[in-house]
């Protein structure tokens, strides 16, 4: 399985960014059988969680330090998961991660390469 993020850059603070996590490869189920979630890390920092979407993509969680900023949504017939980002500030700067997980089998987990997202004026 093959997750590849797209979108990233370099932004201004109060901007705008949509990243783009395109999956392929599944074999042992289909995209539609994995919630997927955008992680972040900053330098220095751990890895966080942002934003989850189950696998219907009728149900949304996010961290409280995005919520009403960040929306997270799916296209299951393009495999792929979208993470809007608007009111960006340097507080975001980091590098962003798609991360799929079958939603019967945890163990069954996948990450991308991840994104450069960096907020600076």
């Known amino acids: 399985v093959q997750l590849v993020e797209s979108g990233g850059g370099l932004v201004q603070p109060g901007g705008s960014l949509r990243l783009s996590c395109a999956a392929s490869?599944?074999?042992?189920?289909?995209?539609?059988?994995?919630?997927m979630s955008w992680y972040r890390q900053a330098p220095g920092k751990e890895r966080e969680l942002v934003a989850t979407i189950n696998s219907a993509g009728g149900s949304t969680n996010y961290a409280d330090s995005v919520k009403g900023r960040f929306t997270i949504s799916r296209d299951n017939a393009k495999n792929t998961v979208y993470l809007q980002m608007n009111s960006l500030n340097p507080e975001d700067t980091a590098v962003y991660y798609c991360h799929a997980v079958h939603k019967r089998i945890a163990t069954i987990n996948y990450w991308g390469q991840g994104t450069q997202v960096t907020v600076s004026s």
């Open positions: 490869g599944f074999t042992v189920s289909s995209y539609d059988m994995y919630d």
